[in-house]
C-alpha cells in the first residue's frame, strides 16, 4: 500500500480561505491597521507623525520599532530578534525612525563598539500614544465579538503563543 498523499487537492477547498492561520493573519492585519488609524488621530502625537501616519507611510512594520524597543534602548541585533526581522530590515527602518525623530542611535555605555537604539521625547509620545491607541483597538474588539469571546481568544492566543515559546 502507498501511503504518499493524494496528489488530487480536495473538492472542498473552502478551508483555505477560512483556517485559523488565515483569519490570525487577516485578525491582526485589521487590528493594526486600526490602531495606525487611531495614532493618525491622537492629540499626543506631532503632527508631522499624525501625517505620515494619515497617508499611510507609517505601517505596521514600524510598529515593530514601538512593540519591541525597550524603554532602555535596545542594541539592533536584539531588536531585530525580538520583532522577528532580519537585522538589515530593523536597520532600514530604524533609519526611518530617526529621520523621524522617534529614536536615536546612541553608543552602548556596556560596549564602545556598539550602538543602542532609543526613544527620543518624541518617540516616548508616540509609545504614549500606541498604548492609547491599542487600549481602545482592544475595546472595539470587546465591544463587536461580546466580552466572553474577547477574553476566551486572549486566553487561547496567549496559550498558543506561550507554547510556541513566543510569549
Request: with cysteine; aromatic share 4%.
Amino acid at each position: 500500500m502507498d501511503s504518499a498523499p493524494s496528489q488530487n487537492p480536495p473538492a472542498d477547498d473552502g478551508w483555505r480561505q477560512t483556517h485559523l492561520g488565515r483569519l490570525l493573519g487577516h485578525a491582526m492585519r485589521r487590528f493594526d491597521a486600526r490602531v495606525l488609524q487611531l495614532m493618525a488621530r491622537a492629540v499626543e502625537v506631532p503632527l508631522a507623525l499624525s501625517n505620515l501616519a494619515a497617508r499611510d507611510q507609517v505601517t505596521a512594520a514600524h510598529v515593530h520599532i514601538t512593540r519591541h524597543l525597550s524603554l532602555q534602548g535596545d542594541r539592533l541585533t536584539d531588536l531585530a530578534q525580538r520583532a522577528g526581522m532580519t537585522k538589515q530590515a530593523m536597520a532600514d527602518l530604524v533609519d526611518q525612525c530617526v529621520a523621524w525623530g522617534l529614536v536615536t542611535r546612541e553608543a552602548d555605555p556596556r560596549d564602545a563598539r556598539a550602538r543602542r537604539v532609543c526613544f527620543t521625547p518624541t518617540g516616548l509620545a508616540w509609545l504614549a500614544a500606541f498604548h492609547g491607541a491599542v487600549a481602545q483597538a482592544e475595546a472595539e474588539f470587546r465591544e463587536e465579538v461580546g466580552p466572553e469571546v474577547a477574553t476566551v481568544v486572549a486566553l487561547g492566543l496567549e496559550a498558543y503563543a506561550g507554547a510556541a515559546g513566543g510569549g
